[in-house]
């Protein structure tokens, strides 16, 4: 304890020093010193890459001309690094110098404009290019470096006599510092992808290093008294600042980078979505928040005012599309949120806010964006996109909350949403009778109505229910897709073994004109059996051979038979093919009557060839006569008349390449590369359809095997077939990748054709 007559070194946030004291010069003074030799160390750094960078991108090269452009870069960077390394060292130094003269600029007037202020439709193509780097590299180090930033605004503004320091306004701050190596690069000749090249770099040696200039400025000025106990102003889930959005950027609990979870590919797609939201803002007919008088909400103002929208929609019932609600109704009710949370806002504080901040009215944005695409993505079905379109509030809150939500693809309201897609774009009144999964996707969006407030844990049990629920259905839904698959794999065996026995047999009568009997037989009887041979023993085997040996015989046997000779081999012919007909009967279940009728019938046919009268009949019979009625089961029918009959079969009626228009080959194309798991949509006429799994291609036919959600059979399409269907308009993939990634890539593109049509027309 400090005794009475001492001063406590102690600095309170109310207490300000003036910065033209001792003191408070003194520690402006530090706070100079220790940026001047950081950031020099810094710069040094990044050139000792820049060559070695150049050198290998050189090596690289597409071509000879690119190959130049790297290494003149490479001796102009060396020949003018002193000057620019002085140039920019000088700028810090003189913003600071203006600083700690208390000569700051407000955010209105700053020279360095702020991330997503440049004006973009007034710049060349090579200025435009410079500035989105140079935007992108302060927006994403802004959102990283926010809880070391804000204390340091925060200490600064203390010994600067209560001024208030922001982001823009910080000397030492990523947006002040990259527009002074800017202008320092001016003095640099060299192509613009050199300059790029080079902007990466301090990004990646000079930016990224800054939150080691921010803490050892902190502790200085924590060691001197400044705010020794400050906290951040509102701490989130997850080590979010009140300051931070969710449109880029994610930190851990200690402020320290944390990558963009599967590459850094979700890092760039936040990069180009902070920087095409700050050139929507710089456009001057994209309508902003009404701006009237008041402070900015703070983040728990935000959360407090979605949570009374909240509450009131989750009283508000479900409305069936077929009740009045149209899709142009709820798409109206996505986009008015903002209007709704800033009406709300007044009526909580009693002012109007002049608007949000520039990171929350970005997330607002980007959040209104994502929920008007799940409103417009064919991909789900209707009556899922109403359901899901309830849950634009509850995911505002969490992107308010937790900015890591658009950065982590494994984040769990994005996991949560993307389950939820998923599952719905299986839906179909047909697959879902029982309303199953109807009732569960209902009551996962009506719970986070009803229980979400800041908690994100409910993100994950909501998830992990879901998934049960999933992964329930799929071990019944594998086992009926498994029959379903094993009785279409067994009518295709059967449907080629009735192919391969009616071509054998057609081709072996050729032109012969055969008796009624014996044609009979053969395209009725005997075929069934080679059918039987065929799907038990195989194609090749030894009892094929002989089904076809038998063939033979028995055309043999209807010649006529005028000589000696011809009547001793038919009369050596026939015990072998009476042998062959009851074994081959008996296996496809004739009964032993019918054998013998058979039998009957065809020795009283022999005998007439032979010349021999029947014992028991006055009349010779003639072929004819012998014919009434066959001993053959209905049931076993000709597999086929004539060889034409086996190319007409609409199996085969696939056209010539050249015949085939080209609509249709381009969907083939596309239903080429289609994997099992596939999904598609299947309509009639009228407002029907099915969404059906690609669950099997035959590799006998080609053919492609659909089921719904259930495992039950939807449909079977030649790839042919399906491209037809898919040209007449009955039929479309669907979208395989998350519902979130396709969501970023059209918010993305939108974007970038808002930023494009000023320009456009002028």
Avoid at 154 to 175: F, H, M, W, Y
Wanted: hydrophobic letters at 40%.
């Amino acid at each position: 304890m400090n005794p009475a007559n001492e001063p406590s070194n102690i600095i309170n946030l109310s207490d300000r020093l003036d910065p033209s004291s001792g003191r408070g010069g003194d520690l402006l003074n530090a706070v100079r010193h220790i940026a001047t030799r950081r950031l020099q160390q810094y710069v040094g750094n990044m050139f000792e890459h820049v060559d070695d960078t150049l050198f290998d991108l050189a090596e690289k090269a597409e071509n000879n001309a690119a190959q130049m452009h790297y290494f003149d870069g490479m001796r102009e960077v060396r020949k003018r690094r002193p000057v620019i390394e002085r140039h920019f060292l000088a700028q810090v130094s003189h913003e600071l110098s203006d600083f700690v003269s208390g000569h700051r600029y407000p955010p209105s007037s700053t020279p360095a404009p702020l991330a997503g202020s440049i004006e973009l439709s007034l710049v060349a193509d090579n200025e435009l290019e410079e500035s989105l780097a140079i935007t992108s590299m302060i927006g994403k180090n802004e959102t990283r470096l926010t809880r070391d930033l804000f204390a340091v605004n925060q200490r600064l503004s203390v010994i600067c006599g209560g001024a208030k320091i922001e982001d823009a306004t910080n000397p030492i701050g990523p947006a002040l510092l990259a527009q002074a190596f800017r202008q320092s690069m001016r003095e640099l000749s060299a192509d613009m992808r050199v300059k790029l090249i080079i902007y990466k770099l301090f990004d990646r040696y000079v930016m990224a290093a800054l939150d080691e200039l921010y803490q050892e400025t902190s502790g200085e000025l924590m060691r001197a008294g400044v705010l020794p106990q400050l906290r951040h102003e509102v701490v989130r889930p997850g080590g979010s600042a009140s300051g931070a959005g969710a449109a880029a950027g994610a930190a851990d609990d200690n402020g320290a980078p944390i990558a963009a979870d599967d590459s850094e590919a979700s890092a760039e797609l936040l990069q180009t979505l902070r920087t095409l939201f700050g050139a929507r803002r710089a456009h001057p007919n994209v309508p902003l928040s009404a701006i009237t008088q008041g402070p900015l909400p703070t983040a728990n103002e935000l959360i407090g005012a979605l949570s009374v929208l909240q509450s009131q929609a989750a009283t508000v019932p479900l409305a069936p599309l077929s009740m009045g609600t149209s899709m142009l109704d709820l798409t109206q009710q996505v986009l008015q949120l903002k209007e709704q949370l800033l009406s709300q806002l007044s009526s909580l504080r009693g002012q109007r806010p002049g608007q949000v901040a520039t990171m929350d009215e970005d997330t607002i944005d980007l959040v209104g964006m994502l929920f008007e695409f799940i409103l417009e993505d064919r991909n789900l079905p209707p009556q899922m996109q109403v359901m899901l379109a309830r849950l634009q509030i509850p995911y505002l809150k969490a992107a308010i909350l937790d900015r890591k939500l658009f950065a982590h693809r494994q984040h769990p309201a994005r996991r949560l949403l993307d389950g939820l897609a998923e599952a719905a774009k299986s839906w179909s009144e047909e697959s879902d009778r029982d309303g199953r999964l109807h009732d569960t996707i209902k009551a996962i969006v009506e719970r986070l109505l009803q229980e979400f407030d800041d908690d994100m844990t409910i993100f994950d049990r909501l998830y992990a229910e879901l998934q049960q629920f999933q992964e329930a259905n799929r071990r019944r839904a594998e086992l009926t897709e498994q029959r379903v698959a094993e009785s279409t794999r067994g009518r295709e065996k059967l449907e080629q073994a009735r192919r391969r026995a009616a071509r054998e047999i057609l081709s072996r009568v050729g032109d012969h004109v055969l008796p009624p009997l014996i044609h009979g037989v053969l395209s009725r009887a005997w075929a069934n059996y080679m059918v039987l041979t065929i799907l038990r023993r195989g194609e090749e085997s030894s009892e094929l051979r002989e089904a076809l040996r038998f063939v033979d015989a028995f055309i043999a046997s209807t010649k006529s038979v005028r000589t000696p000779e011809a009547k001793r081999d038919l009369r050596q012919l026939l015990p072998g093919i009476e042998q062959a007909l009851r074994k081959g009967l008996a296996n496809v279940a004739f009964q032993d009557a019918d054998i013998e009728r058979l039998l009957s019938q065809l020795h009283t046919y022999y005998r007439q060839q032979l010349g021999e009268v029947a014992p028991v009949t006055k009349q010779p019979q003639t072929a004819e006569a012998t014919l009434s009625p066959l001993p053959i089961p209905e049931s076993i029918q000709p597999l086929a008349e004539s060889m034409a009959d086996l190319e007409d079969d609409p199996a085969n009626a696939e056209p010539e390449a050249a015949a085939i228009a080209p609509e249709v080959r381009e969907e083939l194309e596309r239903i080429n590369a289609l994997k099992p798991g596939s999904w598609l949509e299947f309509n009639s006429e009228g407002d029907h359809f099915e969404r059906a799994k690609l669950s099997w291609i035959s590799p006998m036919s080609g053919r492609y095997l659909f089921v719904n959600r259930r495992g039950l059979k939807v449909a079977d399409y030649s790839p042919y077939e399906l491209a037809t269907v898919m040209v007449d308009g009955h039929a479309r993939i669907l979208a395989s990748n998350a519902l979130f990634d396709r969501a970023m890539d059209a918010i993305v593109d939108r974007l970038s054709h808002e930023d494009a049509r000023p320009n456009d027309t002028e």
